[in-house]
Structures are given as C-alpha cells and as structure tokens.
C-alpha cells in the first residue's frame, strides 16, 4: 500500500510561481512511476507531467510545457511539481500518483493515462487569479 500526501497548493495572482510537493510512503519508492493530474470543476481529471523510476524521463501535458518542471528526490520519497509563470486556467485540484510495479518504463503514451496509477493522493488547491 502506498500512502501519497501533497502540500504546497494556496491562492497566487498570475504570473507567480508555486512548488508542489508530494511525499510518499513505501520502502520501494525508487522503483515507483509518479506522475501529476489536476482537475478544474465541472472537468474531467488531466495529466499534467509524470516522472520515471530513474528520473531519467519526464513527460508534460502541452498546456504545461515550459513552465513546469516534475522532478523527483528518493532519498526523501518526494516528487515535485515546480509551477511557473501561473495563469488563472492553472486552477485546479491538484493530484499525485503513484504506479508501484516498477521499475518499469512504459510507453510514451502511457504515462498520461490516469488508468496507469495505481494510488492517489487526497489533492491540493491551486487556485491562480488574474
């Protein structure tokens, strides 16, 4: 079983920047895929970035690109979420997510798919006003 909790989330103007972190539980974390979804009202959750097992890849969703960046500390069994240049369409519930079969390197397509993560944390609020 695999606990994930976020933090980091609050209420920011455009333009700023934000740092999500999410810390996991496990002795295996090194092993796991995680990755980052959100979800505005009314809209179905979306990919955001993932991270590999090693951290030698990293995958965004195209609304994110370039000013995001998902990066990963085993040594802490915390993954990041380094929000830049926030605009109000950021604003969402922000979720962690863990695969634990690994380690594993999946297809590029796989990583976005919210069917791939096995755990999930509880979300943090981002909400970015103009």
């Known amino acids: 079983q695999v606990q994930l909790v976020e933090s980091g989330g609050g209420l920011v103007q455009a333009g700023v920047s934000l740092r999500l972190s999410c810390a996991a539980s496990?002795?295996?974390?090194?092993?796991?895929?995680m990755g980052w979804f959100r979800q505005a009202p009314g809209k179905e959750r979306e990919f955001v970035a993932a991270?590999?097992?090693?951290?030698?890849?990293?995958y965004y969703a195209d609304s994110v690109k370039g000013r995001f960046t998902i990066s990963r500390d085993n040594a802490k069994n915390t993954v990041y979420l380094q929000m830049n240049s926030l605009k109000p369409e950021d604003t969402a519930v922000y979720y962690c997510?863990?695969?634990?079969?690994?380690?594993?390197?999946?297809?590029?397509?796989?990583?976005?798919?919210?069917?791939?993560?096995?755990?999930w944390g509880q979300g943090t609020q981002v909400t970015v006003s103009s």
């Open positions: 991270i590999t097992w090693s951290g030698g890849a990293t």
């Open positions: 997510a863990a695969d634990d079969r690994g380690p594993v390197y999946y297809s590029y397509s796989s990583y976005s798919k919210v069917s791939l993560y096995d755990y």
């Open positions: 496990g002795r295996t974390f090194g092993s796991y895929t």
